[in-house]
């Protein structure tokens, strides 16, 4: 018997923002799973209340262990001149970092962001799009002063958090949720 980390229950929560096969495969396999573990280890109080809600589990058997960030290195690493130059990072601009997954709430996101009105701000998202495991239908970031980055390296993520005005998170489930504990240990 082994232990198995399960991050949290959301194709069991939210299946609608998954692709039917991930969905069906995960809502199969993740009571297997935690049925035949020792024990299962989740992120947060909120993954281990819902795992053992959605799994039959009880809560003695899961364990809760946090995740956490990296401490900001003393100074930036070093970004090409390359990568600067594909990024033209605004003056000023607000930084969402997360997937495209429909549970990250980017189309509200930019709704809210459109409605703010903030004159020469813009909004990056960073963070790459996994269209084979999320309904990303409906979600359009062209929008004025929106401008989707994609997957970055680590090293401009740390160089975005240093620059942003703003960090923005409107996410609707997470199981414990990273960007904002790394957006506050990078001030």
Not at 24 to 29: D, E, F, I
Not at 101 to 124: H, Q
Request: charged fraction near 20%; proline fraction near 8%.
């Amino acid at each position: 018997r082994q232990i198995v980390t399960i991050h949290d229950a959301s194709t069991f929560d939210q299946p609608e923002a998954f692709k039917g096969l991930f969905a069906r495969w995960y809502r199969w396999l993740l009571p297997r799973l935690a049925r035949r573990a020792l024990c299962v280890v989740t992120v947060s109080r909120f993954s281990r209340d819902r795992l053992c809600a959605r799994l039959g589990l009880s809560p003695g058997r899961v364990a809760v262990i946090y995740n956490g960030v990296t401490p900001p290195p003393a100074s930036l690493p070093s970004v090409s001149t390359e990568e600067l130059q594909r990024l033209r990072l605004p003056a000023r601009f607000l930084l969402f970092v997360g997937s495209q997954d429909p549970r990250k709430n980017v189309p509200r996101l930019l709704e809210a962001f459109a409605r703010a009105r903030l004159g020469d701000v813009e909004l990056l998202l960073a963070g790459g799009a996994a269209p084979d495991l999320f309904n990303t239908a409906g979600q359009d970031t062209a929008l004025p002063r929106v401008r989707p980055l994609g997957r970055v390296s680590d090293a401009v993520l740390q160089m975005l958090y240093a620059r942003a005005e703003g960090f923005v998170f409107a996410s609707l489930y997470e199981g414990f949720g990273l960007p904002p504990l790394e957006a506050m240990a990078r001030g």
